[in-house]
Nanobody, 115 residues
Framework: QVQVVESGGDLVQPGGSLRLSCVASGTSIRLYDMGWYRQGPGDERELVATITTHYLPIYENSGKGRFTISRDNAKNMIFLQMNSLKPEDTAVYYC?????????WGQGTQVTVSS
């Protein structure tokens, strides 16, 4: 059974930065396009960024120009560097493969952007 554990979320002021981490167990992520998702209060979960098996990053509009996704297959991890954070980035952030069938969702990591 595949498990993912996200970490790195925190309370940060607008304009600040955070680096999120996700580690997977039970599979090798090198086989999969991986993504970061987020779910804000009252919102549906949305895809924020994808990194393909060929290390190609793809960003949704929400993070374009501010977020950087990366992966370390040797450590079975992906990362999300978030800069210039805005209050609307406040959400629980999750990682998962981007294609169906997706794995069971982890608990996520809370990012709160507030002064």
């Amino acid at each position: 059974q595949v498990q993912v554990v996200e970490s790195g979320g925190d309370l940060v002021q607008p304009g600040g930065s955070l680096r999120l981490s996700c580690v997977a167990s039970g599979t090798s992520i090198r086989l999969y396009d991986m993504g970061w998702y987020r779910q804000g209060p009252g919102d549906e979960r949305e895809l924020v960024a994808t990194i393909t098996t060929h290390y190609l990053p793809i960003y949704e509009n929400s993070g374009k120009g501010r977020f950087t996704i990366s992966r370390d297959n040797a450590k079975n991890m992906i990362f999300l560097q978030m800069n210039s954070l805005k209050p609307e980035d406040t959400a629980v952030y999750y990682c998962n493969r981007v294609r169906e069938p997706q794995w069971d969702w982890g608990q996520g990591t809370q990012v709160t952007v507030s002064s």
